[in-house]
């Protein structure tokens, strides 16, 4: 009985493994402790069993409460991911770039004034991303007192949907500017280059763990 509880609790979970095997102990370990209560007051293994999957709740009701844990949990790593790797890589690129190919006086190529906008911009906000996170942290921290698991949820979405927006629109912007430009600057040194690639699969990875979050809301609320 409690396995298949189990089992169907499972199947209406979505998000991290991890997190989701460790919500599901929490309850397996929750609805044993309370079968073997029934059975230390008399009742048969089976009974024992079926009275703690009662008292525990119905699945569909037990699940939405579940999902908006694990929704919180994979945003809020999510979050740690745009406040901590997105300027890392901005300035880990920076520094790449000075010590492997030098000042930007060096380029053979005009610089057009439009560019040096594009760019300031790029780069601008590129540390808007983590001021995001950091609110979308703090506000989560700040409204758990005031809103349910839903809602918080649905506020982390909405903020991590749009720091992530923000450095895919950064880093398309630059990459696409820059290509216009010169394609040459996008090759500026092997470090660069590589540092380039891992800036566009952390933005792409991003985008994955946006779209989890947001469709883990969308189960909440289903």
């Known amino acids: 009985m409690i396995e298949e509880y189990l089992g169907d609790l499972d199947r209406r979970l979505h ?3 991890k997190f989701k095997a460790d919500l599901l102990e929490e309850a397996r370990d929750g609805l044993h402790d309370a079968a073997d209560a029934y059975r230390a007051g008399g009742w048969s293994d089976e009974d024992a069993e079926r009275r703690a999957v009662a008292d525990f709740g119905p699945a569909a009701v037990v699940a939405r409460g579940y999902q908006a844990e694990l929704g919180m949990l994979s945003g809020v790593r999510t979050l740690w991911k745009l406040v901590i790797g997105v300027p890392l890589m901005q300035v880990a690129w920076d520094y790449a770039r000075i010590l492997t190919f030098g000042e930007w006086t060096k380029l053979s190529t005009p610089t057009p004034e439009w560019y040096k906008v594009v760019a300031h911009a790029a780069h601008g906000a590129v540390f808007v991303v983590p001021v995001i996170g950091l609110v979308a942290l703090f506000g989560i921290r700040w409204l758990s007192r005031r809103l349910d698991g ?4 649905r506020f982390c979405g909405i903020l991590i949907a749009l720091a ?5 629109a950064s880093v398309g912007m630059l990459i696409g ?3 216009f430009v010169d394609v040459s600057r996008l090759f500026l040194s092997v470090p660069c280059v590589l540092l380039m690639v891992a800036w566009v699969l952390l933005s792409v990875r991003l985008v994955v763990l946006a779209r989890r979050s947001w469709g883990g809301y969308a189960t909440i609320v289903a």
């Not at 839903?150 to 949820?153: D, E, M, Q």
């Open 150 to 153: 839903t809602g918080l949820a």
């Open 15 to 17: 998000g991290c493994g």
């Open 177 to 179: 500017a820059t290509g």
């Open 164 to 168: 992530v927006g923000v450095n895919l």
